[in-house]
């Protein structure tokens, strides 16, 4: 009676985790964490996580409000998603052989398109001839008109070559992956930022975006108000900030002036500053620092 | 700032200012707190004062912390009021969050006061938690397009 239960129960859980959260594609370029495709970007975004697009839309160059795929991962966004077996690293593709299966793959389609194309052509040719017969002799009807109508049609059909200048050709703007454009990638392959050098405190920003990321709140980079993270009640496309997370373990010693520095950026933009440490039995603490109202 | 009337006073005479600290009742009373930091018994008193004189709060009285090894002090805005502990420190020490945390298990609302060479002060609230920040004030308007802006002002 209780073996049949407890096996379910076994069933059950896998089916579970795997419904609840799709495993998205990770395309590592050297240590970058990248999303390329949508439904990946998808994904991640209704499981909380706001990540950096970071690429250009080919509509809407040179400019840097609206930007497209891919998707850069915050460290601890990756580090979440792999914790949870929501996240795998898409094979690498061998470099050398992707140029040339590329363009065998363009060449193909081209010829393709101009089998297609020429069909089309020679029924275009054929029925504006037809039009052109018939409207000249529309009066006159009978079997001769008739054959040399045929015999027209058959001339052309035996005549006509669609000339490769005429073929019209798509180009793709929509493009998955760096792989055949290897300057860009060499490119990201050296610029990538410098990883903190600090174990302690990465493992500190860990704990803390875990910890925030369970209560509910959206969290991205800070870089432009001088902490690790800001902190929204919801995605950030719908609401402002509400804090800025500083994370730092209990005790390394933070200079008064810093401290004073970051507060009072805070109250500048209207958030709290949060400093956050988490304890080594689990628990996360936060201390929030406030104007005090004493001019 | 409401460290300048103590920098009047001070400057005015070069002899004074050492002797009347030393020989103030609350400054001996700090002393006597067994806290061999004579720097930052110097800066809670400055806070001292500028909580006694200035800002003429309440029910103003030192304690040691046996964790921090500083002097903290505890005071009332008004009669009634909350009493704060205060945390005073010249703006060069470094602090760490866990000494934060020491200071604000004693379950008193917390204020930091960092006092600069020139005896400035700034007191920063800390408090245990995440605290919403105040919302923006209204009444608001919606700006809309600048354009539309430019254009309505010029008719």
């Not at chain 1, 529309?138 to 058959?154: C, F, I, K, Y």
């Not at chain 2, 805005?77 to 005073?88: I, Q």
């Amino acid at each position: 009676m209780e073996a049949p239960p407890c096996r379910q129960l076994g069933e059950l859980q896998p089916e579970q985790e795997r419904s609840s959260s799709p495993v998205v594609g990770l395309s590592l370029c050297d240590s970058a964490p990248l999303l390329w495709r949508i439904q990946d970007l998808k994904a991640v975004r209704s499981s909380g996580l706001v990540g950096a697009l970071l690429g250009a839309l080919p509509r809407t160059p040179r400019q840097n409000i609206r930007l497209g795929r891919p998707l850069l991962l915050l460290p601890e966004e990756e580090r979440l998603l792999r914790e949870r077996h929501s996240a795998a690293a898409l094979p690498a593709r061998n470099q050398d052989a992707v140029g040339t299966e590329l363009q065998q793959r363009y060449e193909e389609e081209e010829q393709r398109s101009y089998e297609e194309q020429s069909i089309l052509a020679l029924e275009d040719r054929r029925s504006a001839l037809l039009r052109a017969m018939t409207s000249s002799s529309g009066s006159e009807s009978g079997v001769g008109s008739d054959e040399a109508l045929q015999g027209r049609l058959l001339a052309l059909g035996q005549s006509f070559t669609f000339p490769r200048s005429a073929l019209a050709v798509q180009l793709s703007t929509a493009r998955a992956g760096l792989s055949h454009c290897q300057e860009a990638r060499a490119f990201l392959q050296v610029d990538w930022p410098i990883r903190e050098q600090d174990s302690p405190r990465r493992e500190a920003r860990y704990q803390v975006f875990r910890d925030l990321r369970g209560r509910g709140f959206f969290l991205t980079s800070a870089g432009k108000f001088g902490g690790d993270f800001l902190v929204y009640p919801g995605d950030p496309l719908r609401f402002h900030a509400h804090f800025i997370a500083v994370c730092l373990t209990l005790d390394e010693s933070i200079c008064m002036l810093d401290v004073l520095c970051v507060a009072r950026l805070g109250s500048n933009v209207k958030k709290t500053v949060l400093l956050c440490s988490p304890a080594p039995d689990g628990p996360v603490h936060y201390t929030s620092l406030q104007w005090s109202g004493m001019v | 700032m409401s460290g300048a009337s103590d920098g009047a006073e001070g400057s005015a005479e070069k002899a004074a200012p050492a002797n009347w600290i030393l020989q103030h009742p609350t400054y001996q009373q700090m002393q006597q707190l067994q806290v061999e930091d004579s720097e930052q018994i110097y800066t809670a008193f400055l806070v001292y004062m500028d909580l006694t004189e200035v800002r003429r709060w309440k029910e103003v009285s030192c304690v040691r912390s046996p964790e921090l090894q500083v002097v903290l002090l505890e005071a009332r805005e008004k009669d009634g009021a909350p009493a704060h502990t205060v945390l005073p420190l010249p703006v060069h020490r470094r602090l760490s969050h866990r000494s934060v945390r020491h200071v604000l298990d004693r379950g008193l609302p917390m204020l930091l006061c960092a006092v600069a060479s020139d005896s400035t002060l700034v007191y920063q609230r800390m408090t245990d938690g995440l605290v919403t920040p105040d919302p923006p004030v209204g009444p608001f308007e919606d700006l809309g397009r600048r354009q539309h802006r430019k254009r309505r002002q010029q008719r």
